[in-house]
């Protein structure tokens, strides 16, 4: 297994090269929803726990993102939608932490992205489990929409209405399984950010691909338990190996 470090220059399957801390700039909708824990449960590695959003209901975070920018223009701009579910590494079970926090992370299982270095990209560097899609997003004042179909099939239809934003800067980690080694990688958003907690404003439509059966197993909240946004800065720093 080759070990990254920031200020490392990577050269990808594709022949893109990109720079530790990958700084990207991009336009983000999301949205934190409840779900059923014993599902979401079964869905991480070995070494995380889901977070509690209650004291039944797991978390699972559904980002629409458009990347306008990838390092140095290192590559073509991109779409991604991301599945994370909120896990701790430590063993405890907390219910849900503030999401722009570090003490509480998100394990991406699932990342659709609309091309190929896009995939190599997460894949080779972080071990996000990228695969290629057809993702169209639809912006107007209100809302995102965002409609992810992949091998043909639909997976989701996500809407987020837009929450009231205010310039700040937060940081969060994900959580990857990369060549078989549990990593946490550093995430930093800077930019115009928006939070509203509690909300009605977020609809999930889920399709026919087996992907989307498994987000229906995990029987999503029909009201968010935070609705988010960012226009502005996403910086990836290198994996870091969780110590089990």
């Known amino acids: 297994m080759i070990h990254l470090s920031d200020g490392d220059r990577v050269r990808l399957s594709t022949g893109h090269e990109v720079t530790l801390p990958l700084v990207t700039e991009a336009t983000v909708a999301g949205a934190v929803l409840p779900a059923r824990y014993d599902v979401a449960e079964s869905l991480l590695p070995d070494g995380l ?15 629409c993102v458009e990347y306008h920018r990838i390092g140095d223009d290192a590559m073509a701009p991109y779409d ?13 079970r907390p219910p849900l932490l503030p999401l722009l926090t570090r003490n509480v992370g998100g394990y991406v299982w699932s990342l659709p992205v609309t091309t190929e270095p896009a995939c190599a990209l997460g894949d080779e560097i ?13 912006d107007d004042a209100t809302r995102r929409e965002t409609t992810v179909v992949e091998d ?8 987020i209405d837009w929450p009231r934003t205010w310039e700040r800067r937060e940081t969060v980690e994900s959580y990857a399984v990369r060549e078989g080694q549990l990593e946490r990688t550093p995430i930093e958003f800077q930019g115009k950010l928006g939070a509203a907690p509690l909300s009605n ?25 935070l609705r988010f946004s960012l226009e502005g800065r996403i910086t990836y720093g290198a994996g870091r190996p969780v110590e089990r």
Not at 80 to 92: K, N, P
Not at 126 to 138: E, L, M, N, Q, S
């Open 152 to 159: 043909g099939n639909r997976v989701a239809t996500v809407g």
């Open 201 to 225: 404003r977020v609809d999930v439509d889920l399709g026919d691909h087996e992907r989307a059966d498994t987000l229906r197993s995990l029987d999503l909240g029909s009201r968010s338990v």
């Open 126 to 138: 972080w071990g996000y489990p990228k695969t290629v899609a057809d993702i169209t997003h639809r």
């Open 49 to 63: 726990a889901p977070v509690r959003a209650t004291a039944r209901r797991a978390a699972v975070v559904l980002l």
């Open 80 to 92: 991604e939608f991301a599945v994370l579910i909120s896990a701790t590494a430590d063993g405890r």
